[in-house]
C-alpha cells in the first residue's frame, strides 16, 4: 500500500505541475461572402477552433488545435455543403541552448505543424513529420521532413496533378494528395549590408506509385486520356535576399528553379512519356513605411511564373520536350476575384494601406484601416492557366498575353483585442479579347469575416 500510495503522490505531483503551465482558449471566425466568378454566387464559411498548449518539462512543449467547420462550398467529395472536423496542430517541440557568449539553440518539431518555403509561394501548409532546427547568431539550418496524406481534403491545397484533380472530386477519398515533403533551409540574417539571405532545397515525391490500385497510366500507353495521368516528382532550390535600402523602405527578392519529371503524352511519338521538368519563379517587391503620416504603408510587388505555349491542357498538359511549366505543390490566393495558380502568370500589385484615426489617444478606435491594391494579370506564354471558365485563356485557345486588372479594397478594424472584423471587396475587369462569348467583362465579389477569440 506503501507504494501505491507514494506512486499515486508522484502523479498527482507531476499532474499538478502540467496542468499549472496549461493554456487553452478558442476562436470563432465567420467568413460570408458573394462572388460572380464561384458556383455557387454565396458562399458560407465558420470555424470553431479549440486550442491547448502545455509545458511538459525544461524545454518540452505541447501544443494541439482542433477545429470543427461548416461551409456550404467545399472540395470535400463535391457536395454543396461541408460539416467536417480537422486536427490543426498537434506539435511536439523543444528548445535546447548552449551556454556562451555565442551558444547554439537546437530546436525540434515533433507531429503535424505549420510549414513553409522561404518565398511562401512554393509550400504553405501543415504535415505530419519532423522538423529539426539549428541557430546561432550567423546562421540557422532547419531540416523538415514530413507527410501530406493525412490532411483532409478541406484542409489541402495540394493539386499539382490529374490525380490530384480527380481526387478532389471522388467522394470516397477522404483525405488529399498523398506527398512525401523534404526540404533543407540555410537563414543568414544580416550576412551584408543588413541584408538577409536564405538558401533552400526542397523535394516532393507522390507516394501514388507505392501504392495498390492508385489508376496511374504507364508510359508507352498510347491511347491519351483526359481524365488520367502518372506521378509528378519535383525538387525545388531556392535563394531569398531581403532587407532595408534606405530609411523605411525595404526590399525582398527571390527566384526558385523548379526540376523533376512530368507523365507527358508527346504528341509527335503517339504515347505517354516521362519528360524533365525545367521550370522558373521570380518574386519580389519594395515596401515603403511611414508610420508617422497615418501610419502610411505603400507596396509594390511583382510574381513570374514560368509556362509551357505546348501545353494542352493545364494539369499534365505537356505534349513536346521538356515541361517548363512552374507547378507550386500547394495553392496560394492571389486576389479577392480572381486568383489564379502560380503557374503560367505574371502578376504584380501595388498596394496602399493606412490608418485614418492613428492619431487618436483611443486604442479602439486608432487601429481601424483601409487598404487599396490593383493587380494586373499576364501570362509569359499562350499556354493555360488555371482560371474560371469567363477567360478562353485557360485551354490555349487565343493568343491573348494581357487577362485583365483586378481592383480590391478593404476595411480591417479590431475594436477589442478579441474581436477582429474585416471588408473586403474586388472587381476584375477582363480583357475583352480574352473573354469567353458568353461571360462578361466584369466579374466583382465581395466578403465580410469576423473573428472572436474566447
Not at 488545435?65 to 462550398?73: A, D, F, K, M, R
Request: some cysteine; charged content about 10%; proline content about 5%.
Amino acid at each position: 500500500m506503501r507504494k501505491h500510495g507514494l506512486l499515486l503522490l508522484v502523479v498527482a505531483t507531476v499532474t499538478c505541475g502540467t496542468l499549472s503551465a496549461l493554456d487553452f482558449g478558442g476562436t470563432i471566425d465567420n467568413t460570408s461572402g458573394y462572388f460572380t466568378s464561384s458556383s455557387p454566387n454565396y458562399n458560407q464559411a465558420n470555424k470553431l477552433a479549440l486550442w491547448f498548449n502545455t509545458q511538459l518539462g525544461p524545454h518540452v512543449f505541447f501544443d494541439a488545435q482542433v477545429s470543427g467547420y461548416y461551409q456550404n462550398q467545399t472540395t470535400y467529395g463535391g457536395t454543396s455543403f461541408g460539416l467536417y472536423a480537422d486536427l490543426d496542430r498537434l506539435d511536439l517541440r523543444g528548445q535546447i541552448a548552449e551556454e556562451g557568449a555565442n551558444p547554439n539553440l537546437l530546436s525540434f518539431d515533433f507531429g503535424r505543424f505549420a510549414a513553409n518555403d522561404p518565398t511562401g509561394l512554393i509550400y504553405d501548409q501543415g504535415l505530419d513529420g519532423l522538423r529539426i532546427g539549428l541557430a546561432n547568431p550567423y546562421f540557422s539550418v532547419t531540416t523538415t521532413l514530413g507527410y501530406t496524406g493525412l490532411t483532409i481534403k478541406p484542409s489541402s491545397s495540394i493539386i499539382m496533378s490529374l490525380a490530384d484533380l480527380n481526387g478532389i472530386t471522388t467522394q470516397a477519398q477522404y483525405f488529399g494528395s498523398p506527398r512525401a515533403i523534404g526540404m533543407l533551409s540555410i537563414d543568414m540574417p544580416g550576412l551584408l549590408l543588413r541584408q538577409d539571405v536564405a538558401l533552400a532545397a526542397m523535394a516532393e515525391v507522390d507516394v501514388r506509385p507505392f501504392m495498390a490500385n492508385n489508376n496511374l497510366l504507364s508510359p508507352g500507353t498510347t491511347v491519351r486520356s483526359p481524365t488520367e495521368g502518372g506521378s509528378l516528382d519535383s525538387q525545388y532550390f531556392i535563394a531569398k535576399v531581403s532587407g532595408p535600402i534606405v530609411g523605411s523602405l525595404f526590399w525582398n527578392g527571390a527566384f526558385a528553379v523548379q526540376t523533376g519529371q512530368m507523365l507527358s503524352y508527346i504528341v509527335a511519338d503517339g504515347q505517354y512519356e516521362y519528360k524533365p521538368i525545367l521550370a522558373y519563379l521570380a518574386t519580389g517587391g519594395f515596401h515603403l513605411y511611414a508610420p508617422q503620416l497615418l501610419k502610411l504603408a505603400v507596396g509594390l510587388d511583382a510574381t513570374y511564373a514560368s509556362g509551357d505555349r505546348d501545353f494542352a491542357t493545364f494539369y499534365e498538359g505537356n505534349t513536346a520536350g521538356n515541361a517548363t511549366a512552374f507547378i507550386p505543390i500547394t495553392q496560394k490566393t492571389v486576389a479577392a476575384v480572381f486568383s489564379p495558380q502560380i503557374d503560367n502568370i505574371l502578376t504584380g500589385s501595388l498596394s496602399v494601406s493606412f490608418k485614418p484615426l492613428s492619431g487618436l489617444k483611443n486604442p479602439n478606435l486608432s487601429n481601424l484601416q483601409f487598404e487599396v491594391k490593383g493587380i494586373p494579370f499576364l501570362r509569359p506564354t499562350t499556354g493555360p492557366i488555371s482560371a474560371t471558365s469567363f477567360l478562353t485563356a485557360i485551354n490555349g485557345g487565343n493568343t491573348q498575353y494581357y487577362l485583365g486588372t483586378e481592383v480590391d479594397g478593404s476595411i480591417k478594424y479590431r475594436p477589442f483585442s478579441d474581436l477582429g472584423l474585416s471588408i473586403t471587396g474586388g472587381a476584375f475587369i477582363a480583357n475583352p479579347a480574352a473573354l469567353a462569348s458568353s461571360a462578361g467583362a466584369l466579374q466583382w465579389g465581395g466578403k465580410v469575416e469576423a473573428s472572436l477569440s474566447l
